[in-house]
């Protein structure tokens, strides 16, 4: 029971290292007791020299384990540098924006207007109504000069050059489509065009007293069947010649 009074007294008091030391010896064999209250009192010195505390680091950390934890690291500073970087540059391109000219309307779509891409076609977008109605929309065209900066900057920085890419392909297709549109029309008018003159052709052709009245029927079934005016009067001729070789008189 006494040595348990010993051990609770000496778990209450852990930091009294000198005292602990010396109960220690106490209840050693008394041939080492002198040895044992010495080193005690030497341990309670050592404790107490901060030079010894750090050579005793030094001993235990040969491998270089016991290192404090760097404040930052390498990618910490390098991420804040590159932030600094991003800061300053934006800071410089903004101190070179020019003054945007839009007042209260923004871009909201664009397009170049010739291949070189120095035409800019432009929408903008009005504030919207006390009433909550959208506001109205215009469209404005711009050339890459001096004169236009400002607008050809900030059309730029609000639609994109990605979306104005976009766009312009799109315009690009819709215009090829117009185009083939406008070619098919065309030609369809032409092609009634020549079919209404070919049938007024042979009506003429007909009322000619030659070919009303000439016996080559075959050629005359040609006229009927022409396909081209060309085709029709190479037909015609034919018909007169060969009345004319057989004495028949050929008239209007």
Do not use: C
Request: hydrophobic share 30%.
């Amino acid at each position: 029971m006494a040595e348990d009074n010993v051990i609770q007294e000496v778990e209450l008091q852990p930091a009294d290292t000198a005292a602990e030391d010396l109960e220690t010896a106490k209840r050693q064999d008394p041939k080492d007791a002198a040895s044992s209250e010495a080193e005690g009192v030497n341990r309670a010195m050592d404790s107490r020299d901060p030079d010894f505390q750090q050579a005793e680091v030094k001993e235990k950390d040969r491998l270089g384990l016991a290192r404090k934890d760097p404040e930052t690291t390498n990618w910490e500073r390098k991420q804040e540098a590159d932030n600094k970087n991003v800061k300053a540059q934006e800071k410089k391109e903004k101190a070179k924006e020019p003054r945007y000219p839009f007042n209260d309307a923004e871009p909201i779509f664009a397009y170049y207007g010739n291949d070189k891409r120095t035409l800019l076609f432009f929408v903008l977008r009005h504030p919207d109504g006390p009433g909550g109605q959208p506001g109205p929309t215009d469209t404005h065209q711009i050339h890459k000069s001096q004169e236009h900066d400002p607008a050809w900057y900030w059309v730029h920085k609000f639609v994109g050059q990605d979306e104005i890419n976009k766009n312009t392909n799109k315009e690009i297709d819709r215009l090829n489509k117009l185009r083939k549109k406008d070619e098919m029309a065309d030609k369809d008018r032409k092609h009634k065009m020549d079919q209404e003159a070919l049938f007024q052709a042979k009506i003429d052709a007909f009322e000619m007293d030659v070919i009303r009245k000439t016996t080559f029927r075959d050629l005359k079934s040609n006229i009927r069947r022409s396909k081209s005016i060309m085709e029709l009067t190479a037909y015609v001729g034919a018909i007169i010649a060969m009345e004319k070789m057989n004495g028949t008189k050929a008239t209007d």
